[in-house]
């Protein structure tokens, strides 16, 4: 990371532009460790970083587990995530691999982005917070991430999008049909204690 440093400090010398490339596999309690240091000894330069990865041991599924690394190295402040597929290590990626790369990288870069600009991006999250509240199916599966999986899960519940009914995870119990039912029950118990 130090000869990084000054061959980057040489380039800007002879006017070359350069972006430098971060690790690929750091242990989980050292990535925010490295994303500091090298912004910290690279200087104004565009960082970014394959993930990274945090174990090796998820072949098949190394997207999920670099996306863990990319989550924290986005809040840190990388410039730029470089993303991996599930097919990593093992071959070349097909289409659905690159789309669950890039999909598992967009969550990341978001994760990122609530703890660096949480102002400016949290209104998807409230928007998304709001429709569960209301059970509004309908605009929940347009806020996914990928609306098309969303949908796809979801109609196995037999509901259609758009129904005030919870899913079938806690059925009867889901807690946006039973909180407004002990609202009621609260006012109605002020009220009587009131009277009495
Ligand atoms: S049933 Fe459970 S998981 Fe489904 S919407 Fe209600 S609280 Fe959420």
Known sequence: MINISRLTKRAHEH?????????????LNEVAANVRLAKSLIGDVPYYVLGPLVTD?????????????????????VDLLCYLTPSEHLALPN?????????????AAHAG???KIRDKVIKWDMEMTEAR??????KQLALSIDPEAAAKIHSRTGQHPGN????????????????PQQKKYDKE???LQQVK
């Open 133 to 138: 509240r209301t059970l509004d199916w309908e």
């Open 15 to 27: 006017d070359i532009q350069v972006m430098v490339e971060g690790p690929g596999h750091v242990p």
């Open 95 to 107: 289409a659905d691999e690159v789309k669950a790369g890039l999909i598992a990288y967009r969550i």
């Open 113 to 115: 982005d609530l703890v």
């Open 189 to 191: 118990n002020k009220n």
């Open 164 to 179: 005030n009914v919870p899913c079938t995870m806690c059925g009867g119990a889901c807690v946006y049909m039973m909180l």
């Open 57 to 77: 041991i998820a072949s098949g599924h190394d997207h999920i587990a670099s996306a863990i690394g990319a989550a924290v190295s986005a809040s840190e402040g």
